[in-house]
Protein backbone atom coordinates (compact mmCIF):
# COMPACT_ATOMS: atom_id res chain seq x y z
CA UNK A 1 0.00 0.00 0.00
CA UNK A 2 1.06 3.48 -1.10
CA UNK A 3 1.84 5.15 2.39
CA UNK A 4 0.53 9.22 2.21
CA UNK A 5 3.42 11.52 1.52
CA UNK A 6 1.34 13.98 3.12
CA UNK A 7 0.46 11.98 6.21
CA UNK A 8 4.28 11.13 6.14
CA UNK A 9 5.44 14.52 5.89
CA UNK A 10 7.58 13.54 3.18
CA UNK A 11 7.19 15.42 -0.54
CA UNK A 12 9.65 13.22 -1.51
CA UNK A 13 9.14 11.65 -5.17
CA UNK A 14 11.11 8.28 -3.63
CA UNK A 15 12.21 5.89 -5.40
CA UNK A 16 10.38 3.29 -4.77
CA UNK A 17 6.61 4.50 -3.77
CA UNK A 18 5.30 1.96 -1.51
CA UNK A 19 8.51 1.82 0.94
CA UNK A 20 9.11 3.00 4.12
CA UNK A 21 12.57 4.36 4.14
CA UNK A 22 15.13 4.41 7.18
CA UNK A 23 16.86 7.42 7.23
CA UNK A 24 20.77 7.37 7.19
CA UNK A 25 21.74 10.51 8.92
CA UNK A 26 25.78 10.03 9.14
CA UNK A 27 28.25 7.59 7.35
CA UNK A 28 31.81 6.51 8.05
CA UNK A 29 34.61 4.04 6.26
CA UNK A 30 32.84 1.10 5.47
CA UNK A 31 29.28 2.39 7.83
CA UNK A 32 26.04 3.86 7.74
CA UNK A 33 24.04 5.26 10.62
CA UNK A 34 20.34 5.41 10.63
CA UNK A 35 18.66 8.14 13.16
CA UNK A 36 17.80 5.33 15.58
CA UNK A 37 21.97 4.78 15.90
CA UNK A 38 21.79 1.83 14.02
CA UNK A 39 24.35 0.82 11.69
CA UNK A 40 24.91 -1.05 8.39
CA UNK A 41 27.53 -2.47 6.48
CA UNK A 42 27.26 -0.71 3.16
CA UNK A 43 28.66 -3.85 1.39
CA UNK A 44 27.87 -2.62 -2.32
CA UNK A 45 29.61 0.86 -1.43
CA UNK A 46 25.75 1.97 -2.09
CA UNK A 47 25.85 1.38 -6.42
CA UNK A 48 29.08 0.29 -6.61
CA UNK A 49 29.90 3.68 -6.56
CA UNK A 50 31.63 4.64 -2.66
CA UNK A 51 35.46 2.69 -3.14
CA UNK A 52 37.05 5.16 -1.10
CA UNK A 53 35.04 4.60 2.08
CA UNK A 54 32.40 7.97 3.40
CA UNK A 55 33.07 10.56 5.28
CA UNK A 56 36.87 10.84 3.68
CA UNK A 57 37.97 14.60 4.96
CA UNK A 58 39.90 15.07 1.94
CA UNK A 59 37.62 14.77 -1.18
CA UNK A 60 35.23 16.93 1.13
CA UNK A 61 37.79 19.65 1.22
CA UNK A 62 38.55 19.07 -2.18
CA UNK A 63 35.10 20.04 -3.27
CA UNK A 64 34.73 22.82 -1.08
CA UNK A 65 37.87 24.47 -1.92
CA UNK A 66 36.40 24.21 -5.58
CA UNK A 67 33.24 25.77 -4.61
CA UNK A 68 34.62 28.52 -3.44
CA UNK A 69 37.32 29.46 -5.87
CA UNK A 70 35.05 28.58 -9.07
CA UNK A 71 31.89 26.79 -8.97
CA UNK A 72 30.92 27.12 -12.56
CA UNK A 73 32.09 27.90 -15.72
CA UNK A 74 30.54 26.86 -18.86
CA UNK A 75 32.27 24.10 -21.50
CA UNK A 76 31.72 25.94 -24.19
CA UNK A 77 33.21 29.03 -23.30
CA UNK A 78 36.26 28.35 -21.01
CA UNK A 79 39.03 25.49 -19.78
CA UNK A 80 39.97 25.45 -15.67
CA UNK A 81 42.17 23.91 -13.98
CA UNK A 82 40.01 21.13 -12.16
CA UNK A 83 39.00 19.90 -15.68
CA UNK A 84 42.80 20.12 -17.12
CA UNK A 85 44.35 17.83 -14.00
CA UNK A 86 40.67 15.25 -14.14
CA UNK A 87 42.15 14.79 -17.88
CA UNK A 88 45.57 14.32 -17.06
CA UNK A 89 45.46 12.20 -14.38
CA UNK A 90 42.56 9.59 -16.26
CA UNK A 91 45.12 9.79 -19.34
CA UNK A 92 47.81 8.76 -17.14
CA UNK A 93 45.90 5.50 -15.80
CA UNK A 94 43.98 4.89 -19.35
CA UNK A 95 45.38 2.04 -21.22
CA UNK A 96 47.09 2.64 -24.26
CA UNK A 97 46.62 5.38 -26.56
CA UNK A 98 43.45 6.67 -24.74
CA UNK A 99 43.88 10.12 -23.63
CA UNK A 100 41.25 12.62 -24.05
CA UNK A 101 38.41 12.90 -21.90
CA UNK A 102 35.17 14.23 -21.37
CA UNK A 103 33.66 14.67 -18.22
CA UNK A 104 30.14 14.33 -17.60
CA UNK A 105 28.00 13.43 -14.37
CA UNK A 106 25.94 10.04 -14.88
CA UNK A 107 26.85 6.82 -16.26
CA UNK A 108 23.87 6.77 -18.09
CA UNK A 109 24.89 10.31 -19.97
CA UNK A 110 28.77 8.42 -20.54
CA UNK A 111 27.28 6.12 -22.27
CA UNK A 112 24.95 8.20 -24.54
CA UNK A 113 27.99 10.10 -25.65
CA UNK A 114 30.08 7.78 -25.74
CA UNK A 115 27.83 6.20 -28.38
CA UNK A 116 26.99 9.46 -30.32
CA UNK A 117 30.72 9.37 -30.52
CA UNK A 118 31.11 6.42 -32.04
CA UNK A 119 28.16 7.04 -34.86
CA UNK A 120 29.74 11.14 -35.11
CA UNK A 121 33.35 9.29 -36.24
CA UNK A 122 31.95 7.03 -38.90
CA UNK A 123 30.21 10.53 -40.20
CA UNK A 124 33.02 12.26 -40.37
CA UNK A 125 35.38 9.97 -41.66
CA UNK A 126 32.57 9.42 -44.92
CA UNK A 127 31.01 6.17 -43.17
CA UNK A 128 27.75 7.57 -42.59
CA UNK A 129 25.58 4.15 -42.92
CA UNK A 130 27.24 2.86 -39.95
CA UNK A 131 24.56 3.80 -36.93
CA UNK A 132 24.02 0.33 -35.72
CA UNK A 133 24.97 -0.85 -32.00
CA UNK A 134 25.73 -4.10 -31.30
CA UNK A 135 25.17 -4.94 -26.88
CA UNK A 136 25.31 -7.87 -25.28
CA UNK A 137 22.17 -9.99 -23.74
CA UNK A 138 21.31 -9.74 -20.65
CA UNK A 139 23.81 -5.87 -19.94
CA UNK A 140 23.38 -2.79 -18.29
CA UNK A 141 24.09 0.57 -19.51
CA UNK A 142 22.23 2.82 -18.11
CA UNK A 143 18.10 4.39 -18.08
CA UNK A 144 18.21 7.60 -20.51
CA UNK A 145 16.74 6.12 -23.92
CA UNK A 146 19.91 5.44 -25.67
CA UNK A 147 21.49 3.71 -23.02
CA UNK A 148 18.43 1.85 -22.31
CA UNK A 149 18.53 0.97 -25.70
CA UNK A 150 21.78 -0.69 -25.44
CA UNK A 151 20.77 -2.34 -22.18
CA UNK A 152 19.35 -5.71 -22.20
CA UNK A 153 17.05 -5.48 -19.19
CA UNK A 154 13.64 -6.40 -20.69
CA UNK A 155 11.72 -4.94 -17.06
CA UNK A 156 13.47 -1.46 -17.37
CA UNK A 157 12.62 -0.84 -20.76
CA UNK A 158 8.75 -3.09 -20.79
CA UNK A 159 6.98 0.51 -20.89
CA UNK A 160 9.02 2.43 -23.35
CA UNK A 161 9.44 0.26 -26.52
CA UNK A 162 8.45 2.34 -28.85
CA UNK A 163 10.82 4.78 -27.87
CA UNK A 164 14.04 2.50 -27.81
CA UNK A 165 16.31 2.41 -31.02
CA UNK A 166 17.21 -0.79 -32.53
CA UNK A 167 20.14 -2.46 -30.97
CA UNK A 168 21.43 -6.29 -32.46
CA UNK A 169 21.69 -8.65 -29.63
CA UNK A 170 24.82 -10.95 -29.07
CA UNK A 171 24.43 -13.18 -25.83
CA UNK A 172 26.86 -12.10 -23.04
CA UNK A 173 29.41 -15.26 -22.20
CA UNK A 174 27.87 -15.80 -19.39
CA UNK A 175 28.89 -19.16 -18.34
CA UNK A 176 26.43 -19.65 -15.23
CA UNK A 177 23.59 -19.81 -17.89
CA UNK A 178 25.29 -21.00 -21.49
CA UNK A 179 25.59 -23.98 -23.09
CA UNK A 180 29.49 -24.82 -22.46
CA UNK A 181 29.54 -23.35 -18.92
CA UNK A 182 32.26 -21.36 -19.12
CA UNK A 183 35.02 -24.49 -20.26
CA UNK A 184 36.46 -25.46 -23.45
CA UNK A 185 35.66 -26.07 -26.17
CA UNK A 186 33.85 -22.66 -25.76
CA UNK A 187 30.43 -21.98 -27.10
CA UNK A 188 29.89 -18.66 -29.45
CA UNK A 189 28.56 -16.97 -25.99
CA UNK A 190 31.75 -17.42 -24.63
CA UNK A 191 33.93 -17.43 -27.25
CA UNK A 192 33.55 -14.13 -28.57
CA UNK A 193 31.79 -15.94 -32.19
CA UNK A 194 28.28 -14.33 -31.12
CA UNK A 195 29.92 -11.10 -31.65
CA UNK A 196 30.90 -11.71 -34.82
CA UNK A 197 27.69 -12.98 -35.90
CA UNK A 198 25.89 -10.25 -34.55
CA UNK A 199 28.08 -8.18 -36.86
CA UNK A 200 27.75 -10.09 -39.95
CA UNK A 201 23.83 -10.18 -39.64
CA UNK A 202 23.31 -6.27 -38.93
CA UNK A 203 25.46 -5.95 -42.17
CA UNK A 204 29.33 -4.80 -41.15
CA UNK A 205 29.11 -1.62 -43.42
CA UNK A 206 25.89 -0.72 -40.83
CA UNK A 207 27.59 -1.37 -37.40
CA UNK A 208 29.45 1.35 -35.81
CA UNK A 209 30.31 0.14 -32.43
CA UNK A 210 29.95 -2.49 -30.14
CA UNK A 211 29.49 -1.83 -26.48
CA UNK A 212 30.14 -3.81 -23.63
CA UNK A 213 30.71 -4.31 -20.29
CA UNK A 214 34.19 -6.07 -19.66
CA UNK A 215 33.27 -7.86 -16.69
CA UNK A 216 29.61 -7.92 -15.88
CA UNK A 217 28.09 -6.01 -13.53
CA UNK A 218 25.12 -6.52 -11.91
CA UNK A 219 22.81 -8.37 -14.71
CA UNK A 220 25.22 -11.16 -15.02
CA UNK A 221 25.86 -11.01 -11.89
CA UNK A 222 29.81 -10.29 -12.16
CA UNK A 223 30.44 -13.16 -14.79
CA UNK A 224 34.33 -13.00 -15.65
CA UNK A 225 34.87 -13.67 -19.28
CA UNK A 226 37.37 -16.48 -20.48
CA UNK A 227 41.19 -14.66 -20.83
CA UNK A 228 40.71 -14.63 -24.33
CA UNK A 229 37.26 -13.35 -24.75
CA UNK A 230 38.16 -9.93 -25.40
CA UNK A 231 41.32 -10.53 -27.82
CA UNK A 232 39.15 -12.14 -30.04
CA UNK A 233 36.34 -9.56 -29.77
CA UNK A 234 38.77 -6.45 -30.23
CA UNK A 235 40.10 -8.68 -33.25
CA UNK A 236 36.35 -8.87 -34.65
CA UNK A 237 36.22 -5.00 -34.24
CA UNK A 238 38.94 -4.50 -35.72
CA UNK A 239 38.40 -6.95 -38.92
CA UNK A 240 35.12 -5.21 -39.41
CA UNK A 241 35.77 -1.68 -38.71
CA UNK A 242 33.68 -1.03 -35.70
CA UNK A 243 34.63 0.98 -32.34
CA UNK A 244 35.10 -0.73 -29.68
CA UNK A 245 33.05 0.86 -26.30
CA UNK A 246 33.99 -0.68 -23.54
CA UNK A 247 31.23 0.66 -20.74
CA UNK A 248 33.55 0.74 -17.01
CA UNK A 249 30.89 2.44 -15.51
CA UNK A 250 30.03 0.01 -12.79
CA UNK A 251 34.29 -2.01 -13.43
CA UNK A 252 36.25 0.94 -13.74
CA UNK A 253 38.24 3.07 -11.52
CA UNK A 254 39.90 -0.03 -9.90
CA UNK A 255 36.80 -2.24 -8.80
CA UNK A 256 37.96 -5.67 -10.23
CA UNK A 257 41.86 -4.42 -8.80
CA UNK A 258 42.98 -3.23 -11.58
CA UNK A 259 42.32 0.27 -13.07
CA UNK A 260 40.04 -1.11 -15.77
CA UNK A 261 38.40 -4.47 -16.00
CA UNK A 262 39.85 -4.82 -19.56
CA UNK A 263 43.47 -4.03 -18.29
CA UNK A 264 44.23 -7.96 -17.77
CA UNK A 265 43.23 -8.95 -21.13
CA UNK A 266 45.89 -6.92 -22.89
CA UNK A 267 43.46 -5.06 -25.52
CA UNK A 268 42.48 -1.23 -25.93
CA UNK A 269 38.97 -0.04 -26.56
CA UNK A 270 38.32 2.79 -29.10
CA UNK A 271 35.97 4.52 -26.33
CA UNK A 272 36.21 4.09 -22.86
CA UNK A 273 33.19 5.22 -20.30
CA UNK A 274 33.59 5.60 -16.60
CA UNK A 275 31.46 6.62 -14.08
CA UNK A 276 30.23 5.70 -10.19
CA UNK A 277 33.97 4.96 -8.61
CA UNK A 278 35.64 7.66 -10.24
CA UNK A 279 34.42 10.44 -7.65
CA UNK A 280 33.85 7.20 -4.53
CA UNK A 281 30.47 8.49 -4.45
CA UNK A 282 31.07 12.81 -3.65
CA UNK A 283 29.59 13.54 -6.40
CA UNK A 284 28.08 12.16 -9.51
CA UNK A 285 30.71 12.23 -12.17
CA UNK A 286 31.51 10.38 -15.18
CA UNK A 287 33.74 10.26 -18.05
CA UNK A 288 34.12 10.01 -21.79
CA UNK A 289 37.95 8.59 -22.50
CA UNK A 290 39.23 8.17 -26.33
CA UNK A 291 42.10 8.58 -28.57
CA UNK A 292 42.83 11.67 -30.67
CA UNK A 293 42.86 9.12 -33.62
CA UNK A 294 38.59 8.86 -32.38
CA UNK A 295 38.15 12.56 -32.27
CA UNK A 296 40.19 14.46 -35.10
CA UNK A 297 38.26 13.57 -38.00
CA UNK A 298 35.61 15.50 -35.63
CA UNK A 299 38.49 18.30 -35.12
CA UNK A 300 38.86 18.01 -38.86
CA UNK A 301 35.05 18.05 -39.60
CA UNK A 302 32.09 19.73 -37.99
CA UNK A 303 34.65 20.61 -34.65
CA UNK A 304 32.59 19.52 -31.75
CA UNK A 305 31.02 16.19 -30.24
CA UNK A 306 27.41 16.62 -31.16
CA UNK A 307 26.98 15.93 -27.48
CA UNK A 308 25.71 19.29 -25.42
CA UNK A 309 25.07 19.40 -21.70
CA UNK A 310 25.19 22.24 -19.21
CA UNK A 311 26.81 20.07 -16.70
CA UNK A 312 29.49 18.59 -18.78
CA UNK A 313 33.38 19.78 -17.96
CA UNK A 314 31.99 20.84 -14.15
CA UNK A 315 34.39 22.37 -12.21
CA UNK A 316 33.49 20.91 -8.81
CA UNK A 317 32.71 17.34 -9.99
CA UNK A 318 35.82 17.50 -11.38
CA UNK A 319 37.81 18.26 -8.56
CA UNK A 320 35.97 15.75 -6.61
CA UNK A 321 37.51 13.13 -9.33
CA UNK A 322 41.01 14.53 -8.96
CA UNK A 323 41.03 14.32 -5.54
CA UNK A 324 39.58 10.87 -5.98
CA UNK A 325 42.45 9.80 -8.43
CA UNK A 326 44.82 10.75 -6.08
CA UNK A 327 43.81 9.18 -2.88
CA UNK A 328 43.30 5.76 -4.81
CA UNK A 329 46.72 6.23 -5.92
CA UNK A 330 48.74 7.87 -2.74
CA UNK A 331 47.06 4.86 -0.85
CA UNK A 332 47.62 2.55 -3.53
CA UNK A 333 44.30 1.50 -2.90
CA UNK A 334 43.72 -0.23 -6.44
CA UNK A 335 46.20 -2.45 -5.14
CA UNK A 336 44.27 -2.94 -1.86
CA UNK A 337 41.34 -3.68 -3.72
CA UNK A 338 42.93 -7.00 -5.56
CA UNK A 339 44.64 -8.16 -2.34
CA UNK A 340 41.38 -8.03 -0.61
CA UNK A 341 39.50 -9.12 -3.62
CA UNK A 342 41.47 -12.62 -3.39
CA UNK A 343 40.96 -12.52 0.32
CA UNK A 344 36.81 -11.73 -0.32
CA UNK A 345 36.56 -14.44 -3.00
CA UNK A 346 38.25 -17.07 -1.15
CA UNK A 347 35.92 -17.17 1.60
CA UNK A 348 32.99 -16.41 -0.67
CA UNK A 349 34.40 -20.06 -2.31
CA UNK A 350 32.98 -21.09 1.28
CA UNK A 351 29.70 -20.16 0.75
CA UNK A 352 29.42 -21.99 -2.64
CA UNK A 353 27.68 -25.21 -0.02
CA UNK A 354 25.21 -23.12 1.48
CA UNK A 355 21.67 -23.33 0.80
CA UNK A 356 20.21 -21.52 -2.82
CA UNK A 357 23.77 -20.89 -3.40
CA UNK A 358 24.44 -21.99 -7.38
CA UNK A 359 27.03 -19.96 -8.21
CA UNK A 360 29.71 -17.00 -6.68
CA UNK A 361 31.99 -15.56 -9.25
CA UNK A 362 33.49 -11.84 -9.78
CA UNK A 363 36.96 -10.47 -9.34
CA UNK A 364 38.67 -7.81 -7.19
CA UNK A 365 36.36 -6.43 -4.58
CA UNK A 366 33.35 -7.05 -7.04
CA UNK A 367 31.41 -10.39 -6.14
CA UNK A 368 27.85 -11.85 -7.36
CA UNK A 369 26.22 -14.46 -5.96
CA UNK A 370 23.45 -16.55 -7.64
CA UNK A 371 20.79 -17.83 -5.95
CA UNK A 372 18.80 -21.19 -7.72
CA UNK A 373 15.94 -23.69 -6.67
CA UNK A 374 18.48 -26.27 -7.60
CA UNK A 375 22.10 -26.60 -7.67
CA UNK A 376 22.22 -29.32 -9.87
CA UNK A 377 20.04 -28.21 -12.76
CA UNK A 378 20.60 -24.25 -11.94
CA UNK A 379 16.59 -23.61 -12.53
CA UNK A 380 16.22 -20.74 -10.90
CA UNK A 381 13.68 -19.43 -7.98
CA UNK A 382 10.28 -18.39 -9.79
CA UNK A 383 10.21 -15.31 -9.21
CA UNK A 384 6.97 -15.18 -7.54
CA UNK A 385 9.14 -16.26 -5.00
CA UNK A 386 10.73 -12.59 -4.62
CA UNK A 387 13.76 -14.06 -3.25
CA UNK A 388 15.99 -11.48 -4.22
CA UNK A 389 13.95 -9.02 -3.06
CA UNK A 390 13.48 -11.51 0.50
CA UNK A 391 17.38 -11.49 0.87
CA UNK A 392 17.85 -7.58 0.49
CA UNK A 393 14.77 -7.02 3.10
CA UNK A 394 16.77 -9.97 5.48
CA UNK A 395 20.09 -8.23 4.87
CA UNK A 396 18.71 -4.56 6.02
CA UNK A 397 17.15 -6.15 8.95
CA UNK A 398 20.94 -7.98 9.79
CA UNK A 399 22.45 -4.97 9.05
CA UNK A 400 24.02 -5.42 5.89
CA UNK A 401 23.52 -3.44 2.66
CA UNK A 402 23.33 -5.80 -0.56
CA UNK A 403 22.59 -5.04 -4.18
CA UNK A 404 19.59 -7.47 -5.82
CA UNK A 405 19.29 -8.46 -9.59
CA UNK A 406 16.65 -10.23 -10.86
CA UNK A 407 15.67 -11.53 -14.24
CA UNK A 408 19.01 -12.56 -15.80
CA UNK A 409 17.81 -16.42 -15.74
CA UNK A 410 15.79 -16.01 -18.70
CA UNK A 411 14.88 -12.60 -18.95
CA UNK A 412 11.84 -13.01 -15.87
CA UNK A 413 13.57 -15.27 -13.62
CA UNK A 414 17.13 -15.23 -11.60
CA UNK A 415 17.65 -13.89 -8.06
CA UNK A 416 21.27 -12.57 -7.26
CA UNK A 417 23.02 -10.55 -4.56
CA UNK A 418 26.32 -7.97 -5.83
CA UNK A 419 28.64 -7.24 -3.34
CA UNK A 420 31.38 -4.28 -3.48
CA UNK A 421 32.30 -3.07 -0.76
CA UNK A 422 34.69 0.21 -0.04
CA UNK A 423 38.59 -0.49 -1.11
CA UNK A 424 39.30 0.73 2.17
CA UNK A 425 38.00 -2.88 3.58
CA UNK A 426 39.50 -4.67 6.20
CA UNK A 427 40.01 -8.53 6.73
CA UNK A 428 38.07 -8.45 10.44
CA UNK A 429 35.25 -6.35 7.97
CA UNK A 430 35.24 -8.27 5.17
CA UNK A 431 34.28 -11.26 7.87
CA UNK A 432 32.10 -9.70 9.34
CA UNK A 433 30.19 -8.86 5.85
CA UNK A 434 29.82 -12.41 4.93
CA UNK A 435 29.08 -13.46 8.71
CA UNK A 436 26.08 -10.80 7.85
CA UNK A 437 25.60 -12.33 4.79
CA UNK A 438 25.01 -15.54 6.22
CA UNK A 439 22.89 -15.11 8.60
CA UNK A 440 20.60 -12.93 6.46
CA UNK A 441 20.50 -15.98 3.59
CA UNK A 442 18.83 -18.35 6.66
CA UNK A 443 16.24 -15.28 7.56
CA UNK A 444 15.55 -15.46 3.60
CA UNK A 445 15.34 -19.07 3.10
CA UNK A 446 12.64 -19.48 6.13
CA UNK A 447 10.93 -16.78 4.52
CA UNK A 448 10.35 -18.39 1.42
CA UNK A 449 10.44 -22.17 3.01
CA UNK A 450 13.37 -22.73 1.02
CA UNK A 451 16.18 -25.72 1.34
CA UNK A 452 19.13 -26.56 -0.96
C1 LIG B 1 27.89 -0.69 -16.81
C2 LIG B 1 27.00 0.47 -16.51
N1 LIG B 1 26.85 1.44 -17.42
C3 LIG B 1 26.07 2.51 -17.21
C4 LIG B 1 25.38 2.65 -16.02
C5 LIG B 1 24.49 3.85 -15.80
O1 LIG B 1 25.06 4.68 -14.84
P1 LIG B 1 24.14 5.74 -14.05
O2 LIG B 1 23.21 4.95 -13.20
O3 LIG B 1 25.14 6.54 -13.28
O4 LIG B 1 23.43 6.55 -15.06
C6 LIG B 1 25.50 1.67 -15.04
C7 LIG B 1 24.76 1.79 -13.78
O5 LIG B 1 24.60 0.88 -13.01
C8 LIG B 1 26.33 0.55 -15.28
O6 LIG B 1 26.47 -0.43 -14.38
Keep these: MMPDPAA????????????QYRRIV????????????RRYFDACGGAFTVSLGHGVAEIAGAIGDQARTLAYVNGTA????????????????SPGDLE????????????????????????????GAKHTVVALAPSYHGNTLLALSASARPHYSALFGEWLVEVVRAPAPYAYRC???????????CSGDAVEAAIVRAGPDTVAAVIAEPVGGSSTGAAVPQPEYWRRVREICDRYDVLLVADEVLTGAGRTGTWSALEPYGIVPDIMTLGKG????YVPLS???????????LARGSGALAHAQTFSHHPVLCAAGVATLRYLRERRLVERCAEMGRVLHRRLAELRDLPLVGDVRGRGLLAGIEFVADTETREPLPRSARFAEHFTDAALEEGLVVWPNVGHADGRNGDLVMLAPPFIVTEDQLDEMLDLWTRALRRAADRVGATK
Design 287 to 297: AVVTSRRVAEP
Design 26 to 37: RAEGCYLLDDTG
Design 100 to 127: LVYPLGSGSEAVEAALKLARQYWVEVGR
Design 278 to 281: IAGG
Design 78 to 93: FTHGAVEELAAELARV
Design 179 to 189: ECGGTPPYCPA
Design 8 to 19: AGSHVFYRKLTR
